[in-house]
């Protein structure tokens, strides 16, 4: 059987339905073309579930940070960068895309379009900011192997 489901024409329907922004805008942000072949009834909450891979893809650097692993040498050397005043303002930042992240995996549970609307509607209200963040914390962390201090193994090896 032959899908018909045309992704861009679908998702103008719903950004006039529900006044989301335009699928140039989101697919930069969240590779909505990569859902091409889906049906119709799946769309609005896989484009949820789309945004829900980058907000846990955030959450992992950002826990790296704040609670390094001790048998990673990478997290050891970049968390030593990081002051207290970062570490506040980290903690402050995975608690809100924390707080997107369990209403998704809530909405997994059980979800109607309009709350998958909601979702997407209100974390596209957010991403501006969180994305601002994300693009210094990761900035910040390239930066950390260009420091004249330099990485040394002894450090973590004896």
């Given at each position: 059987m032959e899908n018909n489901f045309d992704i861009k024409k679908e998702y103008e329907k719903l950004r006039k339905k529900h006044n989301l922004p335009s699928y140039d805008k989101i697919n930069n942000d969240f590779?909505?073309?990569?859902?091409q072949n889906l049906s119709e009834d799946l769309f609005l909450r896989l484009i949820r579930r789309r945004m829900n891979?980058?907000?846990i893809f955030f959450c992992r650097i950002l826990e790296e940070i704040l609670h390094p692993n001790a048998s990673s040498i990478i997290s050891l050397h970049e968390t030593k960068f990081f002051?207290?005043?970062?570490?506040r303002e980290n903690s402050k930042l995975l608690k809100k895309l924390m707080n997107f992240e369990r209403r998704s995996?809530?909405?997994d549970i059980s979800s109607t379009d309009e709350s998958n609307v909601d979702f997407i509607k209100d974390f596209l209200n957010e991403w501006p900011k969180f994305r601002k963040s994300m693009k210094g914390i990761t900035e910040g962390l390239k930066d950390i192997w260009?420091?004249?201090?330099?990485?040394k193994e002894e450090n973590y090896f004896g």
């Open positions: 590779e909505l073309d990569s859902l891979e980058k907000i002051d207290e005043e970062d570490r995996l809530s909405l260009n420091k004249e201090e330099s990485f």
